[in-house]
């Protein structure tokens, strides 16, 4: 899969992500306390997806930028650490996508943070007893939205092309 297809299908579980923590909101049977229904600063009833996307995305970008800054600054420990934790990360985001090219990264590392953070915040959302696997539904809702980039490509052209500015209209051309 190349970098195009790993932004796509990113993007698509991500937006899964960013739907079922609004279901779980939403559905407030799943919470047993307030403090969990604050999500964000969102309350339950103006919580919304398009919202809680571009606070994981800002957040994500934040981060990667924050790193790669620091890895770039002049030789010291702190930017030797922080140069680590970005292989580290390329390392994780290989294990689940597969080997990263070098177009679009700055792309990719915020999308993978913002999905991961998400993904952090709806596993919080579940009782103590009910968790399920994390490693397991990240690699589940990878898969799933790799199978939409590919059913959604190689569908007619109109609804690929709504999808495709879609997308990019959430993260910029690239």
Not at 25 to 30: A, D, S
Not at 31 to 58: G, P, R
Not at 91 to 117: K, M, T
Request: with cysteine; glycine share 4%; net charge positive.
């Amino acid at each position: 899969m190349d970098n195009t297809a790993k932004i796509y299908s990113l993007y698509f579980a991500f937006v899964d992500v960013i739907t079922s923590i609004c279901i779980l909101v939403k559905n407030q049977e799943y919470f047993s306390t307030k403090e969990k229904i604050e999500l964000f600063n969102f309350s339950q009833k103006n919580i919304k997806s398009d919202d809680l996307f571009h606070v994981f995305l800002s957040e994500g970008r934040q981060k990667y930028f924050n790193l790669k800054n620091q890895a770039l600054s002049p030789l010291s420990l702190s930017s030797f650490k922080a140069q680590q934790q970005l292989e580290r990360l390329k390392g994780i985001i290989e294990q689940f996508l597969g080997e990263l090219e070098s177009d679009n990264l700055d792309l990719i590392f915020p999308l993978w943070l913002a999905y991961n953070l998400a993904l952090d915040q709806y596993f919080y959302l579940f009782p103590a007893g009910n968790k399920p696997n994390l490693w397991y539904k990240r690699q589940e809702r990878l898969r799933l939205g790799y199978q939409k980039y590919l059913s959604s490509y190689q569908s007619n052209s109109n609804w690929w092309q709504s999808i495709d500015i879609t997308v990019k209209s959430n993260l910029g051309n690239f």
